[in-house]
């Protein structure tokens, strides 16, 4: 055999072990993530709570109890979170939101979230008006492609 074919195999056998690895680790975490999503929904609780503020910050500089930041690993503690302070009662806490809900959560306005510990699941019920979610502006690039997308027939004009 050539050295070419050699290097290929070995090549070949190197990415398929890496494909397994992967594979079997995925499925561990697919496991434990269901574990603690089973976790999550079994101590939830609707709360009626006052957003006071909502930023995305890093989980040692967030106010959350030291418990919080011993268990978590050192690789996340630089990590950013959604984070949101709220007056639960007659205590002002901070609490950690689900990322796909972040955006939902009005400021300065009461609702009622489901919640499971320290972490926001859900928002439930607001009083008044819904926010308006703005839309990030588009780059120039962006902007230009769409235009000739829509001179071109590619997509429906608005």
């Known amino acids: 055999m050539s050295t070419l074919t050699i290097v290929l195999l070995v090549i070949l056998a190197i990415l398929i072990v890496a494909v397994v690895v992967l594979y079997f680790l995925g499925k561990r975490a697919q496991k434990k993530q269901s574990e603690q999503q089973a976790q999550i929904d079994a101590m939830k609780q609707t709360v009626s709570m006052l957003v006071i503020d909502k930023k995305r910050m890093k989980l040692k500089d967030a106010g959350l109890p030291a418990i919080v930041l011993e268990q978590t690993p050192k690789w996340l503690r630089g990590s ?11 205590q002002i806490m901070s609490l950690i939101c689900e990322e796909k809900i972040f955006d939902s959560v009005p400021v300065k306005k009461e609702v009622k979230a489901v919640v499971s510990g320290i972490y926001i699941t859900d928002v439930k019920g607001l009083h008044g008006k819904q926010p308006v979610v703005e839309q990030k502006k ?13 001179k071109a027939g590619a997509k429906p004009i608005k």
């Not at 950013?80 to 007659?90: I, T």
């Not at 588009?138 to 829509?150: R, W």
């Open 138 to 150: 588009k780059s120039k690039f962006k902007q230009l492609v769409e235009k000739a997308q829509e």
């Open 80 to 90: 950013k979170l959604p984070v949101v302070k709220a007056k639960v009662g007659p």
